[in-house]
């Protein structure tokens, strides 16, 4: 059955150090997400990727944060100058639409970001 | 701002008992309602689908129902088994492509 896969499943790095975790999204699906989940807490929406440009993004996802497509596979999040506060859980999730009735979210396993 | 809110936070029954997790949002004006499970440590296993239009959906021993005017769903497990351990979560998707989370409700099936 196709999945959502992403590496590392886990990553420490020193605060101030920029951290790049990778998707590759379930190969038709054409719409991906970023979420995150700080331990404790609920998942929380990112940012939305469609068409090789963000859709939607959370007021979470500032200037720090990037995502890119590179070559028609991999979907990035880029976390630049890390902070503590961004040690959680992210997410990547596909669909392959957003219609009602189609819009099944499929998740990956997750890459843990640990700061220290 | 829509909130999604499940009750109870954690829930323990034993083994072949019928049980409901329920989930409750604000803001009735939703597109669809995603179930989903998510074992320790893992990412979230995607359950069922219900549409804004749909009254409930079923997937083997789940059905997850869906009454939008007074803003709940609830997630039904038949005849549970301790494999089914894990924390549920309910995520609503409204005006927009994101989904809205609960917190979930863990749920321990004790053999």
């Known amino acids: 059955e196709p999945e959502v896969t992403q590496t590392p499943s886990h990553q420490v790095t020193q605060m101030g150090q920029e951290v790049i975790l990778r998707c590759v999204p379930i190969?038709?699906?054409?719409?991906f997400y970023w979420y995150r989940q700080i331990l404790g807490q609920k998942v929380e929406f990112l940012v939305s990727?469609?068409?090789?440009?963000?859709?939607?993004k959370s007021e979470i996802f500032d200037d720090q944060f990037s995502v890119e497509r590179p070559d028609g596979s991999n979907f990035t999040l880029k976390i630049r100058s890390t902070k503590l506060e961004d040690s959680a859980m992210y997410f990547c999730?596909?669909?392959?639409?957003?219609?009602?009735?189609?819009?099944?979210?499929?998740f990956g396993e997750g890459s843990r970001l640990t700061v220290l | 701002k829509q909130e999604v809110t499940q009750i109870p936070a954690a829930l323990s029954v034993p083994e072949g008992e019928n049980l409901v997790l329920n989930c409750s949002f604000t803001d009735s004006a939703i597109y669809n309602l995603q179930w989903f499970r998510q074992d320790p440590g893992k990412g979230l296993t995607s359950l069922l689908l219900?549409?804004?239009?749909?009254r409930e959906q079923t997937s083997g021993r789940l059905n997850a129902s869906l009454d939008k005017s007074s803003g709940r769903s609830t997630l039904y497990i038949a005849a549970s088994q301790p494999g089914d351990s894990a924390t549920y979560l309910c995520?609503?998707?409204?005006?927009?492509?994101?989904?809205?989370f609960g917190k979930g409700t863990k749920l321990t099936v004790n053999p």
């Open positions: 190969s038709n699906h054409l719409y």
């Open positions: 999730a596909s669909r392959l639409t957003v219609a009602t009735n189609t819009g099944e979210l499929f």
């Open positions: 219900i549409q804004s239009s749909q």
């Open positions: 995520a609503s998707q409204g005006g927009s492509e994101k989904l809205v």
């Open positions: 990727f469609y068409n090789n440009e963000i859709s939607e």
